[in-house]
């Protein structure tokens, strides 16, 4: 297991003025840049587990969720395309390629206490099948 925590908490602090499409953008362009140097560590770029605490595993759900809609089509610029372009895109690999292994690598997801709710990706997935209505807890008191 590779830690880019140390990495990735210079980026945390980076966020606080960004949009939420604006922080996947580096989300995903920092998976890549993971992939691209996992070799180095010996890790397996084909297996990534993403985690995160609080607005962190909002992200890591956000992260699994929206992966297939990486590309480089714009975010929101074009009624009804909603692409993230990763910040990060190795050299010579088109950006098909890098929403590929991304998608492919995402092994686990771990968000811990992570604010999210289904409504917020609403706007960004297309339903292709009924699914029954989401089971929430029932707390007794």
């Known amino acids: 297991m590779i830690v880019y925590q140390v990495w990735l908490r210079g980026v945390s602090y980076y966020f606080a003025s960004f949009s939420l499409p604006n922080i996947l953008f580096i989300v995903f362009g920092s998976i890549a840049h993971i992939q691209e140097h996992a070799a180095k560590y010996g ?18 759900a956000s992260a699994a969720v929206l992966s297939p ?3 480089d089509g714009g975010f929101g610029a074009r009624e009804g395309v909603y692409e993230f372009m990763p910040s990060f895109v190795p050299s010579g690999k088109p950006v098909d390629q890098v929403k590929d ?18 409504s917020v990706f609403k706007m960004f997935l ?10 929430r807890p029932v707390f007794k008191s």
Not at 43 to 58: E, K, N
Not at 101 to 118: C, D, L, Q, T
Not at 126 to 135: A, F, H, L, S
């Open 69 to 71: 809609s990486i590309g």
């Open 43 to 60: 890790a397996d770029p084909t297996r990534i587990a993403v985690t995160g605490d609080s607005a962190g595993g909002h992200l890591s």
């Open 126 to 135: 297309e339903q292709t099948d009924q699914v029954n209505p989401p089971i």
């Open 101 to 118: 292994e991304i998608v492919r690598a995402i092994k686990v997801v771990a968000p811990s206490y992570g604010p999210s709710e289904a």
